[in-house]
């Protein structure tokens, strides 16, 4: 149940990733993503990394690398996807092909809706929606 007097909006995601070069080329240089903050922790031996679409937004992505990780993380059952609304979802997933992005699943109708959605991976094999407005 809601409380009225408590206010919540998203602030942000975050992913553990194991290359941070390799991250920032999908999200910033492919998806277009813009980095709002980019700290060093040298006494936790990690760096963050915070992007958005949009610089002056109240929501952003958090790149986590963690310096000494060398093995895969477990993605988790719970984790389900990020979702990214695009314009045209079928010259989106085109252009990502054409930059070496690996596509799960190309445009298709929703099985139990109406939307057209497309799933692509990151370098991390994080799953991401595409979205088609209706």
Same mark, same amino acid.
Request: proline letters at 4%; one cysteine or more; aromatic letters at 10%.
């Given at each position: 149940?809601? /409380?009225? @007097?408590?206010? +919540?909006s998203?602030?942000? =995601?975050? %992913?553990?990733?194991?290359?941070? @070069?390799?991250?920032? $080329? +999908?999200?910033?240089?492919?998806?277009?993503?813009?980095?709002?903050?980019?700290m @060093?922790?040298?006494?936790?031996?990690?760096?963050?990394?915070?992007?958005?679409?949009?610089?002056?937004?109240?929501?952003? %992505?958090?790149? /986590?690398?963690?310096?000494?990780?060398?093995?895969?993380?477990?993605?988790?059952?719970?984790?389900?996807?990020? $979702?990214?609304? =695009?314009?045209?979802?079928? &010259?989106?997933?085109? &252009?990502? $092909? #054409?930059?070496?992005?690996? *596509?799960? /699943?190309?445009?298709?109708?929703?099985?139990?809706? #109406?939307?057209? *959605? $497309?799933? =692509? %991976?990151?370098?991390?094999?994080?799953?991401?929606?595409?979205? @088609?407005p209706?």
């Amino acid at each position: 149940m809601s /409380t009225p @007097e408590i206010q +919540f909006s998203f602030d942000h =995601v975050m %992913l553990r990733i194991l290359d941070l @070069e390799r991250s920032l $080329a +999908f999200y910033r240089d492919i998806l277009g993503m813009k980095v709002l903050r980019h700290m @060093e922790y040298e006494s936790g031996r990690f760096t963050n990394v915070f992007l958005s679409f949009n610089e002056n937004t109240e929501s952003s %992505l958090e790149l /986590t690398y963690n310096w000494d990780r060398q093995d895969v993380y477990e993605k988790g059952q719970a984790f389900g996807h990020l $979702a990214l609304m =695009v314009s045209d979802i079928h &010259k989106s997933v085109e &252009k990502l $092909a #054409q930059c070496g992005v690996r *596509i799960k /699943t190309p445009p298709k109708k929703m099985n139990h809706g #109406q939307r057209i *959605i $497309a799933f =692509v %991976l990151d370098p991390d094999d994080y799953l991401i929606e595409l979205i @088609e407005p209706v």
